[in-house]
């Protein structure tokens, strides 16, 4: 079965289906509502065949439906019929979900996503659990996101922002007790080094989790039972 993953963000939605290599982008925006999505995916994939679509949706998502219209993007995405409008099945996930699942490689992992707000899931021997640690309180009456989000890094300014994500994930990889940490978004370039029991994730994984979304049961057990390899701190850059 050939898979189309709809990958949707503030900027673009990226776009790969089974069996190629080379993703493809349609622009986003606060004026993109469900109806003009469908639209400019349908035309930027129109010479790809598939047979299913996962999307991953940047807000909550409940029983595979958006729940909430999102803040960076227009309107109408609640009641949109996606099946209807992409002519197949549809899967849809918080878009933090679908970069978790595709990071998973066993055992128990936390995913934090650090880009322009705070995107988290938990995925428990094969098993997705969106998060929203985002809006919890953290200190001086600020969540996380303030913190950890872009209007944290612009208010901190990097140096202070890099010892905050140092000091809040390991309590965060405590608190759920997890093999493994992975931070993904985009501005994990920013930091230096990784919390210890963390490693760096890729907007690639993005796409593995589509895919995953719409592969056998067996399949996703099968990887729950693998040992998580061992995760080493290392450096990450020097912005």
Same mark, same amino acid.
């Not at 509502?33 to 349908?42: D, E, G």
């Not at 055992?107 to 705070?118: E, K, P, S, V």
């Given at each position: ?13 990226? *776009?790969?289906?089974?069996? =190629? ?6 622009? !986003? ?12 995916? #349908? ?24 729940? =909430?219209?999102?803040?960076? *993007? ?13 002519? #197949?099945?549809? %899967? ?10 595709? !990071? ?24 997705? /659990? ?20 872009? %209007?944290?890094?612009? %208010?901190?300014?990097?140096? !202070? ?11 965060? /990889? ?19 080094? *990784?919390?210890?029991? !963390? ?12 895919? #995953? ?27």
């Amino acid at each position: 079965m050939k898979i189309l993953v709809v990958d949707v963000g503030g900027n673009n939605i990226k *776009l790969l289906v089974s069996g =190629q290599t080379a993703p493809r982008k349609v622009p !986003s925006g606060p004026t993109l509502t469900a109806a003009r999505m469908a639209a400019s995916v #349908r035309k930027a994939v129109a010479d790809w065949k598939y047979d299913a679509v996962a999307i991953g949706f940047p807000g909550p998502v409940s029983d595979g439906h958006p729940a =909430q219209e999102p803040v960076n *993007l227009g309107r109408g995405w609640v009641r949109f019929d996606y099946a209807r409008a992409f002519g #197949r099945p549809v %899967r849809i996930v918080n878009d933090a979900v679908m970069q978790a699942l595709g !990071s998973y490689r066993g055992g128990r992992m936390l995913f934090l996503g650090l880009g322009t707000g705070f995107g988290a899931a938990l995925v428990v021997e094969g098993h997705v /659990q969106p998060l929203e640690i985002a809006h919890l309180p953290y200190r001086d009456g600020k969540t996380y996101e303030d913190f950890l989000g872009k %209007r944290g890094l612009d %208010r901190m300014g990097k140096k !202070s922002w890099r010892r905050l994500v140092g000091e809040i994930v390991p309590r965060l /990889q405590a608190a759920f007790q997890v093999d493994e940490v992975v931070l993904g978004g985009g501005n994990v370039k920013l930091l230096k080094t *990784l919390p210890p029991g !963390s490693r760096l994730g890729s907007n690639a994984h993005a796409f593995v989790g589509g895919l #995953r979304l719409w592969e056998p049961a067996g399949a996703r057990r099968r990887r729950a039972a693998l040992k998580v390899p061992a995760t080493r701190a290392r450096r990450v850059g020097t912005a």
